[in-house]
């Protein structure tokens, strides 16, 4: 009876006979995962089951027959078994005979099955020997070590210092760019603690956040100061994380890299900022100094001019001493005004709300600005559409100074002709905004650049909404743009 027969057949034999236990071991025998011969003392195979015959691709036939070790070897000589050998081991196996001694070693066969095979000897000189499929474990340690190759490549190679620690703390790997980074040999920086690294003033919120790394919160990253080997402290920037790999304890894996440039240039940035508030505080002061040493000559020349305008004038003459008081108390809310800057950088501008007259605010520009029309040989008009209240509600020293600044500059690029100033409203997509154009007259020049000219065109200016409020919704936000009329 051979290990090869159908397990039925052998079960079939009388319970408690010398036969059936027989077939029990046979039954096992071919269950086996590992391949299995055995041999007598004179090398001769007692035994062979079928996970050996199919692992070394062996005939049944012949071992059914029960061959001897080197009826075996010349069996697989002949079908190729060796031939990616050297000659020399093929010479070697033609002539070894059997030996029942204990060995282990290992062989890939021509299918690129890798076993590993196991001699034991038994008492009678005869020996058991074992043939265990090692090829996937083989090709996992290979891929496993491939890939910590690769890893340990890229650790030991990178700029930045990688860590690997336990939970208790203790480092289990520091790469070679240690050196680098912070002149410790990584063996010596391995048994440091960290209390001894870590700036005093770092230590405690970067222990903290390292005790919080869980499941949760997987992933934390620190910026902080670690010491160097010669004294003097570094800036680091840490990414510690939880790595757990299958069947291993938690590890953290902790990265860091070197900013201390960065942080300096933050550094000098901020203190950069600090100088620039500094200076804008003391410009504000100098402004406000100021301010208030050149308004003190004006108020006694405002009131030299009250004193004139009591008076008994004629009508030219009152004309005159009531432009000086218009422009010297504009003046006077120019130079209240030189605060300005400081009031926007600390947000604090507030505009006027009160009632004014636009007529009279015409009437005090036309007063302004007709001198110097009258010296370039231009016609300066004003014109209030019917459809415009008479008093608006808003802030008229700054529409003032932005009509000022923008009839100056119409005079200042028109060449010939004559400038008009119209105030009106117009609908727009939104709520109605106020308006007021400029242009010169037909005929006239305007030079919008020096060696340029052109005529007919016409300036229209939307004012704020905060500027004017009541009587007319003006337009916000400021906008304006030269278009042809």
Same mark, same amino acid.
């Given at each position: 009876? &051979?290990?090869?027969? !159908? *397990?039925?057949?052998?079960?079939?034999?009388?319970?408690?006979?010398?036969?059936?236990?027989?077939?029990?071991?046979?039954?096992?025998?071919?269950?086996?995962?590992?391949?299995?011969?055995?041999?007598?003392?004179?090398?001769?195979?007692?035994?062979?089951?079928?996970?050996?015959?199919?692992?070394?691709?062996?005939?049944?036939?012949?071992? &059914?027959?029960?061959? &001897?070790?080197?009826?075996?070897?010349?069996?697989?000589?002949?079908?190729?078994?060796?031939?990616?050998?050297?000659? *020399?081991?093929?010479?070697?196996?033609?002539?070894?005979?059997?030996?029942?001694?204990?060995? %282990?070693?290992?062989?890939?066969? !021509?299918?690129?099955?890798?076993?590993?095979?196991?001699?034991?000897?038994?008492?009678?000189?005869?020996?058991?020997?074992?043939?265990?499929?090692? &090829?996937?474990?083989?090709?996992?340690?290979?891929?496993?070590?491939?890939?910590? /190759?690769? $890893?340990?490549?890229? #650790?030991?190679?990178?700029?930045?210092? =990688?860590?690997?620690?336990?939970?208790?703390?203790?480092?289990?790997?520091?790469?070679?760019?240690?050196?680098?980074?912070?002149?410790?040999? !990584?063996?010596?920086?391995?048994?440091?603690?960290?209390?001894?690294?870590?700036?005093?003033?770092? $230590?405690?919120?970067?222990?903290?956040?390292?005790?919080?790394?869980?499941? %949760?919160?997987?992933?934390?990253?620190?910026?902080?100061?670690? /010491? @160097?080997?010669?004294? @003097? $402290? +570094?800036?680091?920037?840490?990414?510690?994380?939880?790595?757990?790999?299958?069947?291993?304890?938690?590890?953290?894996?902790?990265?860091?890299?070197?900013?201390?440039?960065?942080?300096?240039? #933050?550094?000098?940035?901020? #203190?950069?900022?600090?100088?620039?508030?500094?200076?804008?505080?003391?410009?504000?002061?100098?402004? *406000?100094?100021?301010? @208030?040493?050149?308004?003190?000559?004006?108020?006694?020349?405002?009131?030299?001019?009250?004193?004139?305008?009591?008076?008994?004038?004629?009508?030219?003459?009152?004309?005159?001493?009531?432009? +000086?008081?218009?422009?010297?108390?504009?003046?006077?809310?120019?130079?209240?005004?030189?605060?300005?800057?400081?009031?926007?950088?600390?947000?604090?501008?507030?505009?006027?709300?009160?009632?004014?007259?636009? *007529?009279?605010?015409?009437?005090?520009? @036309?007063?302004?600005?007709?001198?110097?029309?009258?010296?370039?040989?231009?016609?300066?008009?004003?014109?209030?559409?019917?459809?415009?209240?008479?008093?608006?509600?808003?802030? !008229?020293?700054?529409?003032?100074?932005?009509? +000022?600044?923008?009839?100056?500059?119409?005079?200042?690029?028109?060449?010939?002709?004559?400038?008009?100033?119209?105030?009106?409203?117009?609908?727009? /997509?939104?709520?109605?905004?106020?308006?007021?154009?400029?242009?010169?007259?037909?005929?006239?020049?305007?030079?919008?650049?020096?060696?340029?000219?052109?005529?007919?065109?016409?300036?229209?200016?939307?004012?704020?909404?905060? =500027?004017?409020?009541?009587?007319?919704?003006?337009?916000?936000?400021?906008?304006?743009?030269?278009?042809?009329?």
């Amino acid at each position: 009876m &051979t290990a090869t027969e !159908p *397990a039925a057949r052998r079960l079939a034999l009388p319970e408690g006979s010398v036969q059936d236990k027989t077939a029990v071991l046979e039954i096992t025998l071919d269950h086996m995962d590992q391949g299995l011969m055995m041999f007598d003392e004179h090398g001769t195979v007692q035994v062979c089951n079928r996970r050996a015959i199919e692992l070394l691709d062996l005939s049944a036939e012949l071992m &059914t027959a029960k061959p &001897t070790f080197a009826a075996v070897r010349e069996y697989q000589l002949r079908s190729g078994e060796f031939d990616n050998e050297t000659e *020399a081991f093929r010479s070697w196996v033609r002539t070894s005979g059997f030996e029942g001694k204990h060995q %282990v070693y290992e062989r890939i066969r !021509p299918n690129g099955t890798v076993l590993e095979i196991r001699t034991v000897p038994l008492p009678d000189g005869g020996a058991v020997r074992t043939y265990t499929d090692i &090829t996937a474990r083989r090709a996992a340690e290979r891929a496993g070590a491939q890939s910590e /190759r690769r $890893y340990r490549l890229l #650790a030991e190679n990178a700029s930045d210092l =990688v860590i690997l620690r336990d939970r208790a703390g203790e480092r289990i790997y520091v790469s070679p760019s240690c050196k680098t980074m912070l002149g410790y040999e !990584p063996d010596e920086f391995a048994t440091i603690p960290n209390r001894e690294l870590i700036h005093p003033d770092d $230590y405690p919120n970067v222990e903290e956040k390292l005790g919080r790394l869980s499941g %949760v919160q997987p992933r934390t990253v620190t910026v902080h100061r670690v /010491r @160097h080997r010669d004294g @003097h $402290y +570094i800036w680091v920037e840490a990414v510690a994380k939880l790595a757990k790999s299958e069947g291993a304890d938690e590890h953290v894996l902790v990265t860091a890299r070197d900013v201390t440039e960065r942080q300096m240039q #933050a550094a000098e940035l901020q #203190a950069e900022k600090n100088r620039a508030e500094e200076a804008s505080k003391a410009k504000g002061d100098f402004l *406000a100094v100021m301010s @208030h040493e050149i308004r003190t000559p004006i108020t006694g020349m405002l009131g030299m001019v009250d004193l004139l305008a009591a008076e008994n004038l004629d009508a030219r003459k009152r004309s005159y001493v009531e432009a +000086i008081t218009s422009s010297g108390r504009h003046l006077l809310a120019i130079i209240s005004n030189v605060l300005d800057f400081s009031r926007i950088e600390a947000g604090k501008l507030e505009l006027e709300r009160v009632d004014f007259s636009l *007529a009279s605010l015409l009437d005090d520009l @036309h007063l302004l600005m007709a001198p110097e029309a009258t010296e370039r040989g231009l016609d300066l008009s004003f014109e209030i559409q019917p459809s415009l209240p008479q008093t608006v509600r808003g802030d !008229p020293t700054r529409i003032r100074q932005v009509l +000022i600044n923008l009839v100056s500059n119409a005079l200042k690029f028109t060449q010939r002709g004559s400038v008009g100033v119209t105030l009106s409203s117009a609908p727009s /997509r939104g709520p109605e905004h106020g308006y007021g154009s400029m242009w010169p007259t037909p005929g006239s020049e305007f030079r919008n650049q020096p060696e340029k000219k052109c005529s007919s065109r016409s300036f229209r200016l939307t004012l704020p909404r905060r =500027v004017v409020t009541r009587g007319l919704a003006w337009g916000w936000p400021f906008r304006s743009s030269w278009s042809k009329r």
